[in-house]
């Protein structure tokens, strides 16, 4: 398991050096659609750098298929929408998960760790900040001959701040700064080039609108958002140029939330998320298709971050059905007893040739005065063994509205 973990840990770094790209090579059919040798249609899967930080480590979003873009607001929102931070009731909140991580994998010291929390200066302005820390464990670093060359305990971590406004009665927005760190293999040595820790800055933007609705008779609650987050630099861990470096998780997430109030007890929130990826599609042809300016690069790893990002909206090579397949969906259910008692579920669902996850999800929350317990658990969907299978995550979060009582209003 030890080699598993290094294979893990250094699976972005094996593409810093290679001169071509590392899914298989596909080839055009008679219909100009890039396929398999044995005509099955070509897996295509985006990859970037630091995947850790696309994660979703909140249990109750956890047990929602991974929703959260337009879910009621907590510290949560830092990681999904951190315009909802200001649409808090509370002016104080905290949150920590733990999830850990390939356990059925056997591995045991893999573990993903978030602590987030916010404060609200005023009803109209609000501040938040999260740290997330992804440790791969104690590993046995070995040379291509199987040869011992040290021990190591890869880890990566995200550091976010953000402010939130509303900018009118229904709508919100907020901007977010984060710094990221990543080392993976640092001191080891690679084709000759010594690994140092991957650096990187990025920023979120994010939009919320919220309103009130009835639906025969009883109130309800309408909220949706857009957010696209990790916009930043590219990333790299050596010294090589920069057609090297690779692209952070860039993504557009777009989500809704519709609570039902039933009567004072008993509420129901129906939810759904659609995410893309806002980086180049990989090009999996052969080298004259992929490297037009033949200089031993393909092509789509040389444009910058912001030209990956509108380039990602058209260039998947085989057109617009291959676009579709690049959407990630989630939609999931929550009822509500009394505030204090949730039961949730949902699902998550991407293309076959794009990463092909498929799972569900269930959990349970508590709520008591100032504090609040969340647990998910993912429930596999297929006979075939995923590293994602009986995933668990715990939340705490605690709202604290004493602390707030001097706000302005």
Not at 77 to 96: R, T
Not at 240 to 262: H, I
Not at 270 to 281: G, Q, T
């Amino acid at each position: 398991m030890k080699g598993l973990r290094f294979t893990i840990a250094c699976f972005t770094l094996i593409g810093l050096f290679s001169s071509n790209d590392l899914h298989a090579q596909c080839f055009r059919n008679q219909n100009g659609e890039l396929v398999n040798p044995d005509g099955s249609a070509c897996i295509n899967t985006i990859l970037t750098a630091v995947p850790f930080l696309r994660i979703v480590s909140d249990a109750r979003s956890g047990a929602m298929g991974d929703v959260g873009i337009g879910l009621s607001p907590d510290a949560n929102a830092m990681h999904f929408n951190q315009s909802k931070l200001v649409m808090n009731e509370n002016p104080l909140g905290i949150s920590a998960t733990y999830t850990p991580w390939l356990r059925s994998l056997g591995l045991n010291d893999v573990y993903l760790a978030y602590l987030t929390g916010y404060y609200k200066l005023d009803d109209r302005q609000a501040i938040g900040a999260g740290l997330r820390y992804f440790s791969l464990g104690d590993i046995a670093f070995t040379n291509e001959q199987g040869e011992s060359i040290g021990n190591g305990r890869p880890n990566e971590f995200e550091f976010t701040v953000a402010y939130s406004r509303r900018l009118a009665e229904k709508l919100s927005a907020a901007v977010g700064a984060k710094f990221i760190y990543s080392n993976l293999a640092a001191g080891q040595e690679v084709s000759g080039q010594v690994i140092e820790a991957g650096k990187a800055g990025a920023a979120d933007f994010s939009f919320t609108y919220d309103t009130d609705m009835e639906v025969n008779g009883r109130k309800s609650d309408l909220t949706l958002g857009l957010a696209v987050s990790n916009i930043g630099s590219k990333i790299t861990y050596t010294n090589a140029s920069s057609n090297q470096k690779d692209f952070l998780p860039t993504n557009l997430g777009l989500g809704g939330a519709w609570t039902f109030n039933f009567d004072e007890y008993n509420s129901l929130t129906i939810a759904a998320d659609v995410n893309k990826l806002l980086v180049p599609s990989p090009c999996p042809g052969q080298p004259e298709d992929c490297d037009q300016d033949g200089d031993g690069i393909y092509d789509w790893r040389q444009e910058s971050p912001i030209s990956g990002i509108f380039s990602s909206f058209g260039d998947a090579p085989n057109g617009f059905d291959e676009e579709l397949k690049e959407l990630m969906f989630s939609t999931g259910i929550e009822y509500w007893y009394d505030k204090q008692f949730a039961v949730r579920a949902g699902y998550f669902t991407e293309s076959r040739t794009k990463g092909d996850r498929h799972f569900f999800t269930v959990g349970l929350g508590l709520k008591y005065n100032i504090f609040g317990l969340n647990f998910s658990y993912l429930v596999p969907t297929t006979n075939q063994r995923s590293p994602l299978d009986n995933t668990l995550r715990f939340s705490l979060l605690f709202d604290f509205g004493a602390v707030g009582a001097g706000a302005e209003n």
